[in-house]
């Protein structure tokens, strides 16, 4: 099974719709419905809710019915007018891999390298869904370029392809969020800002751009053994770690950051550019807006 580019279906929507960011978190389920407006997005509504532990466990879906039945609720309540939806498959179930691949490859052959050089690595090809994005020409070598490929879990994308089917919202995207989520708060730092993410849906730190790093550290585990693991990850210091997630700790975990690894650490607002209606979105101090960071993400991708 292949997905491409990060952007599984990118169908456009149409300008008199919104597309809705659904972030699939464990025990939560939180959206950001935006739409296009002269060049730029707006923000229109966040909203979040409690659902039954369970029903998704490491971003397997458990029970689809009842998933289902929640997700159509919310976009019901929240979203009528919504055109298209983006999901997100979670970091820790994707495998990045960059591979340097011949630069004049078209797209079938850079397919099958992609299929090698992850099988080269161990990947079980069959139980596996594939993407790749081109970074780039490889320094100092005009004929390569630089392939960040990725190997998500086949039944992890079949069970969201099935979720927006029975939602009747087309899927314009399905990123993994380790990937697109650092790509939407960097707009304003660029490259040279890490991201940090902390929260039930899994801990990651995004050094650079295509990046994503798993942690071990655990949230009933003291903020020293964070900055201790990360210390050896933030060589060199990157200009600006941002933090995001739904970690309740995250405004402490920025301050320990700030003081004990001496980095410009903070928990980012809203990307400049972004237009908003919501009241509710407008209130939102950074770190209670950090939830949301990966719903408004995928939205954004959604309009891309």
Not at 107 to 135: C, K, N, S, T
Not at 208 to 223: E, G, V
Not at 274 to 283: P, Q
Request: contains cysteine; charged residues 20%.
């Amino acid at each position: 099974m292949v997905f491409r580019t990060l952007s599984l279906l990118p169908a456009s929507v149409p300008k008199r719709h919104a597309c809705v960011g659904l972030d699939i978190a464990p025990g939560r389920l939180r959206i950001a419905v935006m739409r296009r407006q002269g060049g730029r997005l707006h923000l229109q509504r966040l909203s979040e809710q409690a659902m039954e532990e369970g029903l998704v466990q490491d971003g397997q879906i458990g029970d689809f019915e009842l998933l289902a039945h929640a997700c159509r609720q919310v976009l019901q309540r929240h979203a009528p007018d919504a055109g298209a939806m983006a999901m997100a498959v979670p970091a820790r179930a994707a495998r990045a891999i960059r591979l340097v691949l011949p630069a004049a490859s078209n797209e079938v052959q850079r397919l099958a390298q992609v299929r090698a050089g992850l099988a080269a690595h161990g990947l079980a090809l069959e139980e596996q869904a594939l993407d790749y994005q081109v970074l780039g020409p490889r320094r100092n070598s005009p004929g390569d370029v630089d392939v960040m490929a990725l190997g998500v879990p086949a039944l992890m994308v079949e069970d969201r392809l099935a979720l927006a089917d029975a939602l009747a919202l087309p899927l314009n995207a399905m990123p993994a969020d380790g990937w697109c989520l650092p790509r939407f708060l960097r707009e304003a730092d660029g490259d040279h800002a890490a991201v940090l993410h902390l929260g039930a849906s899994g801990n990651w730190l995004s050094p650079h751009a295509a990046a994503c790093l798993p942690l071990a550290w655990r949230s009933t585990h003291p903020l020293a053994a964070l900055v201790q693991e990360l210390a050896p990850l933030l060589r060199p210091a990157p200009r600006r770690l941002l933090l995001t997630g739904d970690y309740v700790g995250l405004d402490a975990a920025t301050e320990a950051l700030r003081k004990y690894a001496g980095l410009d650490a903070a928990i980012p607002a809203l990307p400049p550019g972004i237009l908003v209606s919501d009241m509710y979105a407008a209130a939102l101090r950074p770190a209670e807006l950090a939830p949301f960071h990966c719903a408004l993400a995928l939205a954004a991708e959604g309009l891309a």
